[in-house]
C-alpha cells in the first residue's frame, strides 16, 4: 500500500520493527540503517498513522481465519473433497489439538501490537508529539479493533486472558496468575464499560490525516465502526435499547450534513438502490460487492471493507478457499444455504432470490462455489481468474444490512417488531403509509421517540423529503415477498425470521456462527443452534451429522480449546 505523500514512508519502516507487521509489502519494504528504539518510533503524527495502519495490516492476515470459524461452523458453509483434516474437524466441531484454525495466538500477536500502539501514542501525547483530539481518534481507534479481536476470541473459545499491557513475548500471555482468564459473559461486559469510556466514538473526520487514498483505496472504509461494534456487544448482553440507540445513531451518520449534500442525506446506510425506489436487479446486486471502491454506492452500502492487493502482502486467502479456478476449492455453500434461497418467492410469483444462484454463489464447472469475495478476481461471465497471478479481492466486515438486521432485532426485543417487520420487508413507508388517515403528512412516519422515530415522507405539496425516504426494506430491495404481517406483533417469530433473513443477505460476511449462539443464548435453547447445523450435515450427507448435534446440545461443546 503506497500512501500518496512520502512522510508515511519512513514512518510505516519504522512501524514494520514495532508490530511485526508483514502487510503492505510495498510500504514496509524500507531496509533500516541503524536498530531505532522505540521512542524513535513515534516522533510525529505520521508515525502515529502508519502505527494505525500497521495494526490494521496486520489484520489482514486474520481473514481466513476469521472466516473459517464464524462461517464453516455453522450452517451456511460446507467443506469439499479438497479439505483437509483441519476444516472437517471445523465442520463436525471435534478440533482436535494443533488445529491452525483454533489457534488463538494469531489474534494475541496483533492485540499485543495494538496494547503497544496505544501506551506509545499515550507517550506521544504526553511528550505533546500529538495534539489531544489526535491522540483521542487515534487510540480510540485502535482501542475499539482490539476489544473487536477480543470479541471474536470470546464467541469462539469462550474464556480468554484479557491482557491490556505491552507484552514483548505472546507466550507470556499463558501466565493464569498474571492474566485470568474471563468467559464469555463477563467479556463482553468488560468490553462495553472500556468501550463505553472511549474518548472518541466517531469515525476518523474527512479532514484527518488518516482519511486519505492509499493505493486508489478510500482509506475511510478499513477502519472499525466503533459504535457498532458497542451495539454488537449491547446486543449480545440483552441490552436491546442501548444497542437499537446506538445503532441509529450509526444509521444517522449522515443526517450532520443536512438534506443540501442530498445523495449522502438520503443514501449512506438508509438501504435502497440507489437514487431511485426500484429493487435492485441481479447485476445491481453484484454491484454492491464488486464496484470501485471510490463509488458514492459502494460507501454508501459498506461501513467497514478491507483489501487484498497483488501489490502487497498478505495474500488474498479467498481464492484458494473458495475458487474451483485458482484456488484450492475448500469450502463451498452447503445445501441449506441453497434450499435457503431456492425457497424464496419473488413480487411476481417465481421461486428465486436474486441474492443466491450467480451472486453470493455460482455453478462453475458444474461445482457449487462462493463468489461473494472473488468478484475482483473472476470473470463474472466465464467464472474463470481475470488474471490468475492477481489475486485482488476485499474483505466484506459489516455492511448496511448487517446494521438493519442488528437495529432490527434490537427493536424487536425492545417490544417495536412493528420496526423489525418494516425495515426487513419494504421498509419504514410500506409499513406506516396508513392509508386511513387523510392528512398525507401524517403517514409514512413512525412518530415514535428515539431510537425509533423514522421519516420516511416523500411529498411535493407541501415539499417533504423525510431523511428514509428511499428506505426499501431488505426484502423488497430484491424483489422478495413480504413476510405475513402476523409477525408484526410476534416477537419470537420475527426473531426467528431476522435469522433466516440474516442467513440470506449476509451469508459468509463472518455473522453466521455469533448470530446463531446470540440467540440460542438468549433463550436458553441450545438445540436452535445445534438443529441447523444437524441439518447441514444431514442434508450434506455427512455421517457425523447426529453425534455433532448430541455434542452441541451441551453449550460448553460451543467452544474451541484454549491452547
Known sequence: MKFKFAPYIKAAALVVMLTGSYSCRNMYDVEPQNQVDAKNMFRNIYDADAAVIGIYGKVLGLARQYEVLNELRADLMDVTPNAGAELQQINTHNVLDGNSYADPKPFYSVILSCNDVMKNLKLMYDTNKLTANDYNQRWSDVAALRSWLYFQLGIHFGEVPYVTEALTNVNDVKDQSKYPRLKLDALVKTLITFLEALPYKLPYPAANTMVTQIDGYPSKLFFVNKKCLLGDLYLWNNEYRKAATVYKEVLETSTPNGPSDSYNYFNTYTLNSGSDNDAVTTSAWQGFLSRSMQDREFQSEWIWAMVFDKAFAPENPFVNLFANNGGQYLVKPSQTAIDNWNSQIQNDGT?????????????????????????????????????????????????????????????????????????VNAGIKGAYDNTAEPDATKRRITNLPEPYMFDARKLDAPTIRGKFHRNLGIRARVGTINLSVAFQTDMVGMEDKLLEEAALELAYEGNRWQDLMRVALRRNDPALLADKVYNKLLKDGNPAAASVRSRLMNTANWFLPFK
Do not use: C, M
Request: avoid cysteine.
Open 351 to 423: 421461486p428465486f432470490d436474486l441474492r443466491g444462484p450467480n451472486n453470493t454463489y455460482k455453478i462453475i464447472n458444474g461445482q457449487p462455489v462462493i463468489v461473494k469475495f472473488l468478484y475482483n478476481y473472476l470473470s463474472t461471465t466465464t467464472g474463470l481468474p481475470i488474471n490468475a497471478l492477481e489475486k485482488n479481492g476485499r474483505w466484506f466486515l459489516y455492511r448496511t444490512p448487517t446494521l438493519h438486521l442488528r437495529y432490527a432485532e434490537a427493536a424487536n426485543r425492545d417490544g417495536q417488531t412493528k420496526i423489525a417487520w418494516a425495515l
